[in-house]
């Protein structure tokens, strides 16, 4: 570990020139890269000479407990330094575990309701009612890209994007299914029904990380439905792009613009594309360590709403909170930090084996 620590801190400091040349400052695009990769390791460096501090300070204190007079000063110092130098160990294996490149990136996220009819239309609206709500928390900026609602309020489907710092970190944990037990509005005899939403979070991909052939790229224009007004009927502004190689549909009709409801589509497409790229490889490195906390398997039955008992159980982790209403309403993030904690225990149990 600590060869590899080396190593960081001497492209640390060669880091740390570079972007202080002015020919280096000069090339944007590779200044900014620089730049990127320089703030990406600083933790570590810094945890890394914290750790050598501590070292250092334990050596001296050793010295010093040879001199009578220093010896009862220098004997704390020296155990001080002991105990924390453990601490300072595994803060640095768990800051040398590979950081996920997508994590900072914003997201794209489809919410589709499954098996249980309106229930889970309605369902799907909760879930995206509460990201929404999480969202706002964290002051990120939601765009909804297209929709499908039903009379009721739910949606078949609704796919947005979520645009902040660390949003797919924060959420890629959130794919999967989510399975609901509750009484619906239109039960009259109280009877529980169970019924599922899946969700998948795709980071949003620039050009240069996926390459999509125009020439794969099949376009179809139509008029946009649900509200808008006069504008929706009478102008064929939405867009769906047909990706033939792969069959992938992805459409939006949210913008007034043709151009714009393009733009998003061809978000939606870079991220899908680029996400069962990822699947094939997330599937690999799961089944490599039997962990299916980062997998994102939209099959993946992951978490269950229970309203009778008002618990929300996350299945991946065994965890259980109780209070139905402040998750709904977008807190959520004690189970995003356990979710993250799981993920990267395991990632750190993998680098060691």
Known sequence: MFDKLEVV???????????????????QAEWQKLIKEHSSIEEVVQKYREYK??????????????????????????????????????????LLIPKDPNDDKNIICEIRGGAGGEEAALFAGTLFRMYSMYAERKHWKIDILNENATELGGYKEISFMITGKGAYSRLKFESGVHRVQRVPDTESSGR?????????????????????NPADIKMEVFRASGAGGQHVNKTSSAVRLIHEPTGLVVECQTERSQLQNREYCM?????????????????????????????????EKIRTYNYPQGRITDHRIGMSVFQMENFLNGDIDAMVDNLIAADRAERLKGEEE
């Open 9 to 27: 801190e001497a492209r640390y400091e060669e880091l740390t020139k570079m972007i202080s040349d002015p020919e280096v400052i000069a090339n």
């Open 53 to 94: 501090k501590e070292v250092q300070r334990m050596e001296d204190a050793k010295e010093m407990m040879e001199d009578k007079d220093l010896k009862e000063l220098a004997e704390i110092d020296y155990y001080e330094a002991k105990e924390k130098l453990p601490q300072i160990e595994d803060e640095l294996k768990t």
């Open 192 to 212: 529980i029904h169970t019924s599922a939403a899946t969700v998948a979070v795709l980071p949003v991909v620039e050009d240069v990380e996926i390459e999509i």
């Open 267 to 299: 978000k939606m497409l870079r991220s899908r594309l680029y996400n069962m790229e990822k699947e094939k490889q997330d599937s690999e490195i799961a089944n490599a360590r039997k962990s299916q906390v980062g997998s994102g398997d939209r099959s």
